[in-house]
Antibody
């Protein structure tokens, strides 16, 4: 079955760290660029970060730049998000997402989503 | 505030047609960047509904259609059904931000 399964969420104090994992199965993981998208409770979707197929190129939303690091292991078919210096406003469900595109920058869309993992930042 | 602007809510009776707008700018929708749409039910992950402005993934009913013009895009749903009641999000790429952006989401209520 083609799927993404996130794990690693939980409760952490402000300033703390957390590492999210996303295990992919049912498709050739190493061919796809991957993203993290988050959704605060009762709010909309917000793009967080992206990593290319080889793991050599990454990008981040300004709100997490310098605090979050995306990485991947194409042997383990897993993408990670290391989250440091967590703030209350980072509280959200974090979705792991697979990217598809029509082959040019600006055509990217998200065709496969995990169920998400909840991160809560509170003292 | 989201980079792409959607109405917070729309509603319609069963069988009717509704549209959801998504307004952007010259750095996202107003360029060659495509617009995509997602459907999300409470407590579940979003699902791709429309990609590349007006294309439906396999399994999405042809009651759903998308369009793009200038700095705006629209999602149309015809023959509204109770099961269509959900949140809908538009998404594009913003060339100025060098990142992917979503609309704030629209809650569709079937009366």
């Amino acid at each position: 079955e083609v799927q993404l399964v996130e794990s690693g969420g939980g409760l952490v104090e402000p300033g703390g760290s957390l590492r999210l994992s996303c295990a992919a199965s049912g498709f050739t993981f190493s061919r796809y660029w991957m993203h993290w998208v988050r959704q605060a409770p009762g709010k909309g979707l917000v793009w967080v970060s992206r990593i290319n197929d080889h793991g050599s190129s990454t990008s981040y939303a300004d709100s997490v730049k310098g605090r979050f690091t995306i990485s991947r292991d194409n042997v383990k078919n897993t993408v990670y998000m290391q989250m440091n210096s967590l703030r209350a406003e980072d509280r959200a469900v974090y979705f792991c997402v697979r990217e598809e595109s029509s082959g040019y920058l600006g055509s990217e869309y998200f065709d496969l989503w995990g169920r998400g993992t909840l991160v809560t930042v509170s003292s | 505030q989201s980079v792409l602007t959607q109405p917070p809510s729309v509603s319609g009776a069963p069988g009717q047609r509704v549209t959801i707008s998504c307004t952007g700018s010259s750095s996202n929708i107003g360029t060659i960047n495509d617009v995509h749409w997602y459907q999300q039910f409470p407590g579940t992950a979003p699902k791709l509904l429309i990609y590349a402005n007006n294309n439906r993934p396999s399994g999405v009913p042809d009651r759903f259609s998308g369009s793009k013009s200038g700095t705006s895009a629209s999602l149309a749903i015809t023959g509204l059904q109770a099961e269509d009641e959900a949140d809908y999000y538009c998404q594009s790429y913003d060339s100025s931000l060098s990142g992917w952006v979503f609309g704030g989401g629209t809650k569709l209520t079937v009366l």
